[in-house]
Each structure stands twice: as C-alpha cells, then as structure tokens.
DNA sequence: GTGTTTACCGAACATTCGGTCAGTTGACAA
DNA sequence: TTGTCAACTGACCGAATGTTCGGTAAACAC
C-alpha cells in the first residue's frame, strides 16, 4: 500500500459550509433558511457550523461578494473600456453571461436581494454601480449609432440585462448548454431578433 | 349643511389589508415580513390584522391568486388560441406586459415563490401550467416557420418570457411609461432586434 | 502514554415569530 | 339613555429563531 495522501480529518471547512448554505439559500430564501436547515443539509448540528463560519449573514455577505466581485473584475477589463461601444457592449453581455453560469447559485443569491439588513444594502449599492455602468456603454452604443433609435437606452439597458438576469431563473448546468451557446442565442435575440 | 355621504367608520378591510401587505411582501420578502412589520404599516396593532384576515398564509395565497387568474383569463381568449402562432405570440406577451403591469405587486410576488410551502406550491403548479401554453405557442411560432430557427423554441420561450417577467424588478407605474408603450419596446427588441 | 488540537454535540439562551382571546372604544339606532 | 356591533387593543401563548457554551471523542504530536 502506498502511503496516504496526508488523510483529512474527513469534514467540514468554511468553503463546503459557505457552498451548501449557498445551495439552501437558492432553495429556499434566505429570511426562509434556518440554521436548522442549513445543519440538515450539512449532515451535522446547528452548533457544528458556528466552528466554521462567524454566522447567517456572514455567509450571505461573502456569497454575495463572490458574484460582485467577478462582475467587477470583467468590467475592469480592457474589452469593456475600450473599442466601439456596441462590441464592448457585446462582450460585456457574453460575459455576463459566463460568470451567472460559472458562479449560478452566488449570481442568483444577488439578484434576490432587496436591502433588509445593512449587508444586504451594501450588495445592493455594489449591484447598482455595476447597473450604471452598462447604462452607460448602452448610451455610448446608441450615441455612435449602433442600436436602434426609438427605444430609450435607459429601457434597453433595463430589458437587456433583464434577459440576462432571467437565467438565474431556469439554468441547470447539468441541462442546459454552455455559457457561450446560451450568450449566443440571447445576443441573437436581443441584437437581431427573434422574427425571420 | 348637506348630509354627510354616509362617513365610513375609519378603519381597514381585507381588500386594505391585503393591498398593504403585498406592498410590504415585496419590499422585505413575504418570510422577511413580519405580521408585526405589516401592522406598522397599516398603523394598527397586530391582532387587528387577524380581525380582516385569517392569517398571513391567507394574505400570500389571495395575492397568487389575483395575479394567476389574470394570467389564465388572458390565455382564455380567442386571440390567444386562433390564428397565426407568431401573432398569437406576440399578443401573449403584449398581454402578459399589460397584466404585470395592471397587477404589478401581485405579479412580482408570485414571481418570487420558491415552494416553501403547500400554498407556494400550488400558485407555483399554476404557473408552471402558463409557461406550458406559451412553450407550446412559441413551439408553433417555429413550426409555421415565423421564428428563427437556430435557437431551440424552448430556450427562446425562456428568454422571451425571462424579459417579460424581469420587468417586475425596475418598473415603476409613476415613471415608466404606458404597459402598450413597454410591450411595444420589449417586442422591437425581442422580435425585431437591437442592432440597426 | 500524555498533551493538544480539530471538529463536533447537546442543552440552553434571549428574542422573535404567527396567532389567540377577553376586553374596550366609539359610532350609530331605537 | 340605552343597547348593539364593528373595529380594534393589550396581554399573552407555544413554537421557532440565531447564537453561545461547556463538554467530548478522535486524530495527531511528542
């Protein structure tokens, strides 16, 4: 026999806790999750999960911090700054598109925020920064041209971004496809439309 | 003086109470609410809340109600089951926009049901019964060939329907425009697309 | 073996929850 | 003036909530 890999006291850490608290908040709300329930779904007691992590909304803060941060860092990026705005604007879609599938259960915990308690504000402040960026490169597009005139960018923003949250509402990794398959049918949807 | 038009005694009904309590539901979350956070707003104690209404359950249950039933009256319609599918389709929506909007605290809570509990199940058996018929009329769209067809019927019905609904998460009656004049931006892009 | 650390349990904590109920108030009718 | 009744209040209930804490079994270090 080969010696053991260095053999893991075999449970819990901070990230398998924050992982399935994630999944239980999805499931259920999170003012509808109890400790209780996160302790079944963990297979230990509620007390178990105090060793791991401070408490309730701690573990909604970071899971939500994940989903904002990966946002941030892509609109930080150069293909969102720089070139005409209707490419940046489609690249930022794609990508989006790519982190709500890659980070699905932190994106779908964000969007369903709505400020009860100071962390949840905090989300939601961040959330809005994001929103007025591609408010912003949605007016670019439509200032050079690129999109269509009579509709509000301020709506086209709102129904575009619309569209992409929506995913959050139906996607499971295991079915659906792939995060470029899934950009690329919305883009074509929403850029050239659904009409023969 | 002119008889006083029979002064009201001053005080709340069930339709008052339930109006209220929507609101509150959508700002907090219907488990976020407390029956002692809807008191507040109605400016009365808690217990006056159980003199109009049976409980808090009851509240979520007639508010589902109220914005399903307005969803299945409108598929009920001759417009919605003769006639090209591709028309049919976009009155769904133009409907669908026009019921959301008419109905828009109604509509925004059964959109955020999870399940947690029989009366969730049931509304959620319920719309699950509505995507069915648009599913099916988006599949027609497609076989009568009005529809591209490089994206899967199903998945556009997703996105189609994700765009709709997404609009319960910005909208405001004050400053949005007309339910007619939104319908009609959300099927300019939908349908005919952004890009000029 | 002895001591230490890791990961957990069980019981208890104060608080908040949805809900009940006996009583009070004030408008109105007779 | 008296009685009725709709509309409420305030005190309270048992259950559930998030969190704390003393203890403990097993793995590891020496």
Same mark, same amino acid.
């Given at each position: ?9 075999? /449970?819990?850490? *901070? ?5 399935? +608290? ?16 996160? #302790?079944?779904? &963990?297979?230990? @007691? ?15 803060? %970071? #899971?939500?911090? %994940?989903?904002? =941060? ?9 293909r969102? @700054? !720089?070139?005409? +705005? ?15 599938? =890659? %980070?699905?259960?932190? $994106?779908? &915990? ?6 009860? !308690? *100071? ?5 939601? =402040? ?11 490169? $949605?007016?670019? #597009? ?5 999109? %269509?005139?009579? $509709?509000? *960018?301020?709506?086209?923003t ?14 499971? *990794?295991?079915? /659906? /496809? ?8 919305l883009l074509?949807?929403?850029? =050239? /439309?659904?009409? $023969?």
């Amino acid at each position: 026999m080969a010696t053991q890999p260095r053999q893991r006291k075999r /449970g819990h850490d *901070p990230e398998s806790v924050l992982a399935a +608290a994630v999944g239980v908040f999805n499931e259920r709300g999170y003012d509808g999750t109890s400790m209780e329930d996160l #302790a079944r779904a &963990l297979g230990v @007691t509620k007390s178990a999960i105090y060793y791991h992590v401070p408490g309730k909304e701690q573990l909604l803060a %970071r #899971a939500l911090d %994940r989903a904002l =941060d990966g946002l941030f860092e892509m609109i930080a990026d150069e293909r969102a @700054t !720089s070139g005409r +705005a209707i490419e940046r604007l489609e690249w930022v879609v794609r990508q989006s598109v790519r982190i709500l599938v =890659d %980070r699905l259960p932190y $994106v779908t &915990l964000l969007l369903r925020v709505r400020g009860n !308690s *100071p962390t949840e504000q905090h989300a939601l =402040d961040r959330r809005r920064e994001f929103d007025r960026f591609v408010s912003h490169l $949605v007016k670019e #597009a439509a200032a050079e041209g690129s999109i %269509r005139p009579d $509709v509000e *960018p301020a709506l086209v923003t709102r129904l575009l971004f619309g569209t992409v949250n929506s995913i959050t509402e139906w996607y499971q *990794p295991a079915r /659906g /496809g792939s995060a470029e398959e899934l950009a690329g049918a919305l883009l074509k949807m929403t850029f =050239d /439309g659904l009409r $023969v």
